[in-house]
Nanobody, 122 residues
Framework: QVQLVESGGGLVQAGGSLRLSCVASGIFVRINDMAWYRQAPGKQRELVAAITSGGSTHFPVDALRGRFTISRDNAKNTVYLQMNSLKPDDTAVYYC???????????????WGQGTQVSVSS
């Protein structure tokens, strides 16, 4: 069974930094795109950043591009989100997402982690 497990969340003061990690485990043949989403209380889940297996990145919100960095280590089946200059508005549950192909003859399927809480105090 494929699992994504996030870590690295916590409470930090405004202006601080956190590094989130997400490890994929289980039996599979390939991880395609990986991404981080977040969901703040009362708001819809939004895409924070995505990264292809080749390392190309995408930030749908330009304002996050200068503060957040997404990276991955394919050998470790891990994706990271480095978050700098954190603001109270960044407070949310952060979720890891990955498109994973379990076998060579099945389609890619999106997997989600359980989420990790990031809280930024003013």
């Amino acid at each position: 069974q494929v699992q994504l497990v996030e870590s690295g969340g916590g409470l930090v003061q405004a202006g601080g930094s956190l590094r989130l990690s997400c490890v994929a485990s289980g039996i599979f043949v390939r991880i395609n795109d990986m991404a981080w989403y977040r969901q703040a209380p009362g708001k819809q889940r939004e895409l924070v950043a995505a990264i292809t297996s080749g390392g190309s990145t995408h930030f749908p919100v330009d304002a996050l591009r200068g503060r957040f960095t997404i990276s991955r280590d394919n050998a470790k089946n891990t994706v990271y989100l480095q978050m700098n200059s954190l603001k109270p508005d960044d407070t949310a549950v952060y979720y890891c997402n990955a498109g994973i192909r379990v076998t060579d003859w099945t389609n890619e399927y999106p997997y989600w982690g359980q989420g990790t809480q990031v809280s930024v105090s003013s």
